[in-house]
């Protein structure tokens, strides 16, 4: 009883073969099989090799949500360099409130406006970051997921005193209040006021004004090696002493989740402005370097991503079983055509030799008929 209710099972599961075995004596080979069999076969694999380059290739994805983190500070990371002596000017912030932040944080360092060539070279490829990043957004992905692992060189102190240390470094960090506010650097070093702040700027002469400067580096958030913010590399000269620069700058937070680094940054754009201090001509204000800032109330969740594993094989087998579904098609469509424009052919020459034969045949028999009625 086993044995028969094997048997059955077996005859069963044969039964439900979906693929038949064709046996060798009825397959016929070909030499067009072959060669189309050799083409579907490099197809494959070309396929299924820039397949794998797509597998091993992640992309950024983007989500927007409301930030509700309101009560963390905001870390703001500066390296500016301005074109004056360091006793000559101050750096501080001032929030919405009116709260002044201590600039404790803050590192004022004597160097040289101008740029050794190493230096120039850095910053001339900066500046070629952000020309790209203007046209090609999609660059901020690549920085994202590769950053640049090269960090610009620091100012070169001259110890011989053969150029003059014509210019202030100020570098470090500060920690405010997620609020709007207003970072800057001005002339004379902040103090403290019950109705503000205040610098003081009456002991220095106008004649030493000048607030050319070049921003190094400004981002706001954790520091993230690599990734280059938007004022990175700016440089302004100025020619009047009396000069205002202004940076209107809205900051939205940014979660970067990336295989490499998790972190907490914030993204920003900015808006520039500039003019020459002239009361006489109506143009009042403080000479200074201003960045007035604002928080978006939107964060973006940045996450990289990347192909599974299931999706790849799927995508292999489509590629395979494509490619020799078409392959096989188009073979057989060629093939019928040839066979039908073959026949056809050959119908006609048929045609053209029994036409030619019956009129042979009717000459044949109309000559005797011919030669019955010939006049004696």
């Known amino acids: 009883m086993r044995r028969l209710t094997k048997k059955k099972a077996l005859t069963l599961v044969k039964e439900l073969d979906a693929f038949p075995k064709i046996p060798d004596s009825y397959v016929e ?3 067009s099989g072959g060669t189309v069999s050799l083409i579907a076969f490099t197809f494959m694999a070309m396929l299924a090799f820039l397949e794998f380059f797509v597998y091993r290739d992640t992309w950024m994805k983007y989500d927007y949500e409301v930030d509700k983190d309101f009560t963390s500070k905001l870390r703001i990371n500066v390296d500016i360099t301005v074109a004056m002596k360091c006793q000559y000017i101050g750096a501080d912030v001032l929030d919405l409130a009116e709260t002044m932040v201590a600039s404790d944080g803050l590192e004022y360092e004597p160097v040289n406006f101008e740029l050794s060539p190493q230096q120039r070279i850095w910053q001339l490829t900066l500046w070629h970051i952000q020309e790209r990043l203007r046209v090609e957004h999609s660059l901020q992905d690549v920085l994202f997921k590769s950053a640049i692992k090269i960090a610009p060189p620091s100012p070169i102190k001259n110890d011989d005193g053969s150029a003059p240390l014509n210019a202030c470094r100020i570098h470090g960090h500060l920690y405010v209040n997620k609020v709007a506010g207003n970072f800057h650097v001005t002339v004379g070093k902040s103090i403290p006021h019950p109705r503000g702040h205040a610098h003081l700027a009456a002991l220095v002469s106008h004649d030493s004004f000048n607030f050319s400067h070049r921003i190094n580096h400004l981002s706001f958030g954790e520091m993230i090696p690599g990734i280059i913010s938007t004022l990175d590399g700016t440089e302004k000269v100025s020619v009047e002493s009396n000069h ?3 940076y209107f700058i809205t900051i939205v937070p940014t979660q970067l989740n990336t295989y490499k680094i998790a972190a907490d940054t914030h993204q ?4 520039e402005r500039e003019r020459v201090i002239n009361h006489a001509a109506g143009s009042h204000g403080v000479s200074g370097i201003f960045m007035k800032y604002d928080i978006s109330s939107l964060m973006i969740r940045v996450t990289e991503q990347h ?3 299931w999706q790849f094989l799927v995508r292999l087998c489509g590629i395979v ?19 039908v424009i073959c026949c056809r052919f050959q119908m006609g020459v048929y ?3 029994k036409e030619t034969s019956v009129a042979e045949q009717e000459n ?3 000559s ?7 006049p004696q």
């Open 29 to 31: 080979s070909t030499a």
């Open 244 to 246: 205002m620069f202004q």
């Open 268 to 271: 920003y754009s900015v808006t």
């Open 307 to 309: 192909m599974p594993l």
């Open 321 to 339: 079983g494509g490619i020799f579904s078409t392959t096989g098609m188009l073979h057989g469509m060629v093939g019928f055509l040839v066979d």
């Open 351 to 353: 045609r053209n030799v």
């Open 364 to 366: 044949t028999d109309t």
């Open 368 to 374: 005797p008929l011919l030669e019955n009625h010939d």
